[in-house]
């Protein structure tokens, strides 16, 4: 699992590099949105694409991102999720929660005019 940062257009990217996002790897995903949110950022994108599989502390690591982007009066957004991983935000009702795009193409489109 690796995290790939980049900011683009007043929106900060983070482009999570592996096929799981579980308890094995969610804290480092938790702490690194904190450091991003905490070190000023405002707009920041979750790109899932390449996660077949996430369970309930993968959830709770963007839960707790959704929070300090909250305390923060900023916005986490996610895109690409697959079948899998939508069908879980589904389950659990956080695609209620959640700003989902397809892309992150479509995201940053979206995310670009938020101040």
């Known amino acids: 699992m690796k995290l790939e940062i980049a900011a683009d257009g007043g ?4 482009r999570f590099k592996g096929e799981r996002l579980d308890a094995h790897n969610s804290e ?3 702490l690194k ?3 991003i949110f905490e070190g ?3 707009n920041v994108l979750v790109d899932l694409a390449e996660v077949r599989f996430i369970d309930s502390s993968g959830l ?5 991102g959704f929070k300090n982007a909250v ?4 916005s986490l957004a996610l895109a690409g999720l697959q079948d899998q991983v ?3 935000f589904e389950l659990t009702r956080l695609n ?3 700003d989902i795009y397809v892309s992150e193409e479509e995201a940053l489109a979206a995310l670009s005019g938020k101040k």
């Open 28 to 30: 480092v995903l938790k």
């Open 40 to 42: 000023g950022a405002k």
């Open 96 to 98: 209620r929660v959640f």
């Open 60 to 64: 709770g690591a963007l839960v707790s």
């Open 86 to 88: 939508r069908s879980m």
């Open 11 to 14: 929106v900060s990217t983070l």
């Open 33 to 35: 949105l904190k450091e």
């Open 71 to 74: 305390a923060c009066k900023g």
